[in-house]
């Protein structure tokens, strides 16, 4: 059973994410998504076995993408940055980009 976080934790990260990093989740939407061309996402959740986005298509709808995290399950808040920055250099070695540097 994928290990559920706190509203907290949830809260944190998604607001992060889709206030930081919208470029970040169209990055994983394109590399990891089924569908072509995707002009937006935001990140709408997580559990300990991945992450979900909601895509938005030129067309004006949209469609969910769940993304399994690169290292395996996790448990810990922590956890969750690393996995996502697994997925964005995953994301850019699927599409040919240079990562930018972590800190």
């Given at each position: 059973m994928?290990?559920?976080?706190?509203?907290?934790?949830?809260?944190?990260?998604?607001?992060?994410?889709?206030?930081?990093h919208?470029d970040?989740?169209?990055?994983?939407?394109r590399?990891?998504?089924?569908?072509?061309?995707?002009?937006?996402?935001?990140?709408?959740?997580?559990d300990?076995?991945?992450?979900e986005?909601?895509?938005a298509?030129?067309?004006g709808?949209?469609t969910?993408?769940?993304?399994?995290w690169?290292?395996?399950?996790?448990?810990?808040?922590?956890?969750?940055?690393?996995?996502?920055?697994a997925l964005?250099?995953?994301?850019?070695?699927?599409?040919?980009?240079?990562?930018?540097?972590?800190s």
């Amino acid at each position: 059973m994928s290990h559920i976080f706190d509203e907290d934790a949830l809260a944190g990260v998604l607001r992060h994410m889709n206030a930081d990093h919208t470029d970040d989740n169209l990055l994983i939407a394109r590399a990891f998504g089924s569908v072509p061309d995707p002009i937006a996402a935001r990140m709408t959740g997580f559990d300990g076995d991945g992450g979900e986005w909601l895509v938005a298509l030129a067309d004006g709808s949209e469609t969910p993408l769940r993304v399994t995290w690169p290292n395996g399950p996790i448990s810990e808040r922590q956890e969750v940055r690393r996995e996502i920055v697994a997925l964005y250099d995953a994301s850019c070695a699927r599409l040919g980009l240079e990562p930018r540097q972590h800190s």
